[in-house]
């Protein structure tokens, strides 16, 4: 099982960009796939969820209307595209799977996701 994370990267306030998590080694399509970031020293926290088929989404309340979450089935890739970012978004992200289950997705509770990527680190400077 591999999920990759790809697209990271020193941006300035403002600007957007867009992260890629590429899987492997297991059903992608079966799956609900997240998006989480960590601060050093700080908890693990979800801001967008995606059920399997791409249908249902959720979002943290901070990014939510700034990023999007969408998904590839059939490249077995999910996508968060990030808009207007500030300093508050630098962290690592990653992307996580779990069972398709409603409240999973809307808790985003990283202890109920059981595959994880490596993670990508994002800097936002001021």
């Known amino acids: 099982v591999q999920l990759v994370e790809a697209g990271g990267g020193l941006v300035r306030t403002g600007v957007s960009l867009r992260l890629s998590c590429a899987a492997s080694g297991f059903s992608f399509g079966d799956y609900a796939i997240a998006w989480f970031r960590q601060v050093a020293g700080k908890e693990r926290e979800g801001v967008a969820a995606?059920?399997?088929?791409?249908?249902?989404?959720y979002y943290e309340d901070s990014v939510r209307g700034r990023f999007s979450i969408s998904r590839d089935n059939a490249k077995k890739t999910v996508y968060l595209q990030m808009s207007n970012l500030n300093p508050e978004d630098t962290a690592v992200y990653y992307c996580?799977?779990?069972?398709?289950?409603?409240?999973?997705?809307?808790?985003?509770?990283?202890?109920?996701?059981?595959?994880w990527g490596q993670g990508t680190q994002v800097t936002v400077s001021s």
């Open positions: 995606s059920s399997n088929d791409g249908r249902t989404t």
């Open positions: 996580a799977a779990a069972d398709p289950d409603n409240l999973i997705l809307a808790l985003m509770r990283s202890q109920d996701y059981v595959y």
